[in-house]
């Protein structure tokens, strides 16, 4: 992933602001069926209703979208790359397995990445354990973290996420992971084999879109 590294106290943390923009098109991605409708994807994503009817527009000039059916699934999530907000993370080497020490931890999270796609379809082996947690309850990840190994290039990364990506998370096997979108979004992102994985999902899940 593409990011810039984090600064609080000894360890600093810079809040990545949740882009009205990404949500629109995460929304639009989970349904693109074009059943919803203008109004509850403005409700949805918390923005103003000409907002995001102007976007909405936008969207559908560029060839993505018809009213709010994706009918450009390859070019609405490269456009969703290009305009996406820099990530916030904080690198840790924990000693014990870290999906148990996250799901114990009875905090808010979503996996991404490695472990998200594992836990999907197991295409990718989980080097990396990638987490979104909220801002409020990040000095609680980096004690649990920091009870549990140490701070630095290692195993884990916390990603300050903008809440509606920990809203619309999914179940998967206990654990909870990020929204389909969201998920293909990061390993486009994540680059190198990742991107394998995202355009199988993207088959998988998309195939009438395509």
């Avoid at 994540?190 to 995202?198: F, K, L, S, T």
Wanted: with cysteine; proline share 3%; glycine share 6%.
């Amino acid at each position: 992933m593409h990011s810039k590294y984090l600064n609080i106290s000894f360890y600093c943390y810079v809040l990545m602001k949740g882009d009205k923009r990404e949500r629109i098109i995460r929304i639009l991605l989970d349904m693109p069926d074009g059943s919803l409708t203008a109004y509850r994807i403005h409700h949805e994503a918390e923005c103003s209703q000409p907002w995001a009817l102007s976007y909405l527009k936008k969207l559908e000039k560029m060839g993505f979208i018809k009213r709010t059916k994706v009918i450009n699934v390859f070019g609405l999530f490269e456009h969703w790359l290009r305009i996406r907000s820099p990530l916030e993370f904080a690198k840790y080497h924990l000693q014990k397995d870290p999906l148990i020490i996250i799901k114990n931890s009875n905090l808010s999270y979503a996996l991404t990445t490695y472990q998200a796609d594992n836990l999907i379809h197991k295409y990718l082996f989980p080097s990396r354990t990638d987490i979104y947690v909220l801002k409020d309850e990040l000095n609680k990840w980096h004690n649990i973290f920091l009870s549990n190994g140490l701070v630095g290039e290692g195993n884990t990364r916390i990603i300050i996420a903008d809440p509606h990506i920990i809203k619309n998370s999914m179940k998967q096997e206990g654990f909870f992971i990020v929204s389909k979108p969201q998920l293909i979004c990061d390993l486009f992102m994540e680059g190198g084999v990742a991107v394998d994985a995202a355009n199988l999902l993207v088959g998988k899940w998309y195939s009438e879109f395509i």
